[in-house]
């Protein structure tokens, strides 16, 4: 057995313990947790200058992007917004235990729904250290044992955080096993085959990284891939509310996949709507593919070029837009059921039977109504914190926080039933009476 | 494009139709289903003549068991069930559409999260014809459509099921693609494949059919492979309250997943509670493998013999039980998490904080108290129908009933706002307030 295998058999373990742990202990080993990455910010900035000086050099080489080499860098402001997560998590509610429903089948046979950890998680991210701290504490919280896996070119950075932050847990009574930091390249494809022992994994990074997790493993994913985001502007649209959601969602971060990738103006509208559009897109530096009919009424411009068929299905994560004109909202919502990812999607219109339709008919994880496609965020939903953004259907689906490394399990409280008194001739019936009642024994 | 992978990308398409259909038009569809049932009584019948003939030759050649031709037979009783089984699906609430949550971002801006099919289901299974009516009335209420793929030994008898049933939906404007019947072999490999379109597999048969599925696709599976449960008789046990439960956990129908395997016994209530019984299971014709410390408070019998290290993962499915002492209830927590397979697992003792413990800290679906293992089941927790029984940690856990074909998406309503006003500077604060409002527009 290899060493991380043998580390992940213990860490699933541990997880037993972890699960039964009481709110107040989970929460004063989160509260050390914050006060040591206030204690050793000095430790954490030396050991993240050790991995940016070592990723600049990379990047002049260019072997590494220099987006990477931003996400990787940790000042003391992000130290600081890595305790005010922390403390978020203490805030949440402890959901191990919540009773979901009670039904009574019989006099004294209740059947209690409560939830419980998922068990044994696999996280594997790219650069961003700030991952060790946040899901670290959502897995506390939440009852969960975990096993990082980073990349090479934070891994100074990711080993002080995990450190400090195990060792200020464990002194807090969590079983310090139940956490598992791995650090070489080939435990990945280690963690791909543990099926039997990893519950969920977590992968966090470019829409490739998170494709070939997926593709090489049966443990269920908890990611998304790709991000095509569409926003559909119907005739029945407020043109300057159109403008301004679709300039936010496509400029406001461009990089990430909520932003929006392509535009589908209603055949009525468009007139009155394109130019400004397009103009508005110049002047912020983005470049337009348009389809022929929108061409039309688009100004020519050194930044306007023709869409080919490759741009539908395209995720740029960049300043680039693609516009198709579609005659009605039927033909938006089968286009973005074609090309899209079951990401975010919203329409711009004012006329509510038209907004419900949308609503229905898309398949997407977040579906809008007259607002930016980049609202699509844990934060930005009030979940305290952010496990990942899923477009899995089974599940958990859309920005997903702590309710995402939660279970239920079933259990019956009776006092002696045997199932045979419920069948054949004289049977008992079962009540069947739906309590509003927690679980107590 | 082979036949099946064109039908099914066809279902995918009228999956979203299926999504939008209203309530009455989903339960007139159901109505016409139960109706056209009855009315078709003499087709089933002698179509499943056919198969049983055959099935009978194929028995007497060994080619076939004689539990799986029990389980293929159909007769007027049957279709009645099968019937009866509709009209609960009629009566269940439609849960598409259903408000799961409401959060206020901002003002004007409402977050909600409502209730949605998964989309394509995949349904492999062995011998029972009425798993067809029973998938596809629960398919049809909850908007999914559903690719069936039946055992060739049923086959006349799923055709004929299937033919009736979707012909009689069309009629009530349920579209008709969204249902696929596959009866070649081929075709099981060809949908394993097809994890771009199918959203969610569910295989219904033995162990090894259930884990040669799980093995051999990418796709989710909902379903459950072994059964291996437990009862642990704490030495605060009632003693004939023990006798009866542990009694009826094995014999009632021994067949099945839900049937005790294994039977843990506390050190210091063996000696009351071992001889008896093991008397009991010795008249009802239970073999008994007793490890070496249990023997020597076992009468000498026949019946009695030695178990092995294999004894404690083995899923008998027959009238066979191993019977092992524990010093504690920690030793049998331990061997439960250790040899269990996470189904169903029960406690027999008066105290609570034991019983708690228990709950607590065993890794299963189901966890009982003083009571049967057999209640683990969709019916007897009044999920009026089943889709199966799941061991699974995601989505869906112990029996599952229509919940288990739903998910749900984000629905964010605004009046244009854009993320840029709540970032950087005099950004604007998130309200998250949690509302109690139902989805409107």
């Not at 805030?91 to 939830?115: A, N």
């Not at 938006?332 to 949308?358: C, L, R, V, W, Y």
């Given at each position: 057995m290899s060493n991380v295998t043998s580390e992940i058999k213990k860490a699933k373990s541990a997880a037993l313990v972890l699960a039964t742990l009481d709110t107040e202990t989970k929460n004063k080993a989160l509260k050390a947790m914050a006060d040591a990455l206030d204690d050793n910010r000095k430790k954490i900035l030396e050991a993240n200058a050790k991995d940016v000086s070592n990723a600049e050099q990379m990047a002049k080489k260019g072997d590494l992007s220099d987006s990477l080499v931003k996400r990787l860098k940790v000042n003391d402001e992000k130290i600081t917004g890595m305790i005010d997560g922390i403390k978020d998590v203490i805030k949440l509610?402890?959901?191990?235990?919540?009773?979901?429903s009670s039904v009574?089948?019989?006099?004294?046979l209740i059947l209690y729904q409560i939830k419980c950890p998922i068990g044994m998680l696999g996280v594997i991210f790219e650069s961003r250290p700030d991952v060790v701290p946040q899901i670290l504490s959502l897995c506390l919280k939440s009852g969960n044992a975990v096993a990082f896996k980073g990349g090479s070119e934070a891994k100074h950075s990711n080993k002080v955080l995990f450190d400090v932050l195990t060792e200020a847990a464990a002194e807090a009574a969590?079983?310090?096993?139940a956490f598992v930091l791995m650090e070489s390249r080939e435990d990945i494809s280690e963690i791909l085959k543990m099926d039997g022992d990893i519950d969920l994994l977590i992968p966090r990074g470019s829409y490739e990284f998170v494709k070939y997790i997926q593709n090489n493993t049966k443990i269920p994913v908890l990611g998304h891939s790709a991000g095509i985001c569409h926003i559909y502007v119907d005739d029945e649209a407020d043109v300057d509310l159109a403008l301004a959601v679709t300039l936010d969602s496509k400029i406001q971060y461009p990089a990430v996949c909520n932003a929006v990738e392509t535009l589908l103006v209603n055949w009525d509208i468009a007139e009155e709507f394109l130019p400004r559009m397009v103009k508005l897109f110049i002047e912020n530096g983005v470049e337009v593919r348009s389809d022929k009919r929108a061409k039309r009424l688009i100004p020519k411009d050194p930044k306007v070029i023709d869409a080919t068929d490759e741009d539908w299905d395209a995720?740029?994560?960049?300043l680039i837009i693609s516009i198709a004109i579609v005659e009605d909202i039927e033909e938006a919502i089968d286009f973005i059921n074609k090309?899209?990812?079951?990401h975010t999607d919203a329409i711009i219109t004012g006329n509510k039977e038209k907004q419900a339709e949308f609503v229905r008919s898309v398949d997407s994880a977040d579906v809008f109504i007259n607002a930016s496609t980049r609202f699509a965020d844990g934060f930005r939903y009030g979940k305290g914190a952010e496990v990942g953004i899923s477009t899995n259907k089974i599940h958990s689906r859309g920005p997903v926080g702590m309710e995402g490394l939660m279970i239920y399990k079933y259990v019956l409280v009776g006092?002696?039933?045997?199932v045979k008194d419920y069948v054949g001739k004289n049977a008992k019936k079962y009540i069947h009476k739906k309590l509003d009642k927690e679980f107590s024994l």
């Amino acid at each position: 057995m290899s060493n991380v295998t043998s580390e992940i058999k213990k860490a699933k373990s541990a997880a037993l313990v972890l699960a039964t742990l009481d709110t107040e202990t989970k929460n004063k080993a989160l509260k050390a947790m914050a006060d040591a990455l206030d204690d050793n910010r000095k430790k954490i900035l030396e050991a993240n200058a050790k991995d940016v000086s070592n990723a600049e050099q990379m990047a002049k080489k260019g072997d590494l992007s220099d987006s990477l080499v931003k996400r990787l860098k940790v000042n003391d402001e992000k130290i600081t917004g890595m305790i005010d997560g922390i403390k978020d998590v203490i805030k949440l509610d402890d959901p191990v235990g919540e009773t979901m429903s009670s039904v009574k089948l019989d006099d004294d046979l209740i059947l209690y729904q409560i939830k419980c950890p998922i068990g044994m998680l696999g996280v594997i991210f790219e650069s961003r250290p700030d991952v060790v701290p946040q899901i670290l504490s959502l897995c506390l919280k939440s009852g969960n044992a975990v096993a990082f896996k980073g990349g090479s070119e934070a891994k100074h950075s990711n080993k002080v955080l995990f450190d400090v932050l195990t060792e200020a847990a464990a002194e807090a009574a969590v079983p310090k096993e139940a956490f598992v930091l791995m650090e070489s390249r080939e435990d990945i494809s280690e963690i791909l085959k543990m099926d039997g022992d990893i519950d969920l994994l977590i992968p966090r990074g470019s829409y490739e990284f998170v494709k070939y997790i997926q593709n090489n493993t049966k443990i269920p994913v908890l990611g998304h891939s790709a991000g095509i985001c569409h926003i559909y502007v119907d005739d029945e649209a407020d043109v300057d509310l159109a403008l301004a959601v679709t300039l936010d969602s496509k400029i406001q971060y461009p990089a990430v996949c909520n932003a929006v990738e392509t535009l589908l103006v209603n055949w009525d509208i468009a007139e009155e709507f394109l130019p400004r559009m397009v103009k508005l897109f110049i002047e912020n530096g983005v470049e337009v593919r348009s389809d022929k009919r929108a061409k039309r009424l688009i100004p020519k411009d050194p930044k306007v070029i023709d869409a080919t068929d490759e741009d539908w299905d395209a995720e740029y994560n960049d300043l680039i837009i693609s516009i198709a004109i579609v005659e009605d909202i039927e033909e938006a919502i089968d286009f973005i059921n074609k090309h899209g990812s079951h990401h975010t999607d919203a329409i711009i219109t004012g006329n509510k039977e038209k907004q419900a339709e949308f609503v229905r008919s898309v398949d997407s994880a977040d579906v809008f109504i007259n607002a930016s496609t980049r609202f699509a965020d844990g934060f930005r939903y009030g979940k305290g914190a952010e496990v990942g953004i899923s477009t899995n259907k089974i599940h958990s689906r859309g920005p997903v926080g702590m309710e995402g490394l939660m279970i239920y399990k079933y259990v019956l409280v009776g006092n002696g039933q045997v199932v045979k008194d419920y069948v054949g001739k004289n049977a008992k019936k079962y009540i069947h009476k739906k309590l509003d009642k927690e679980f107590s024994l």
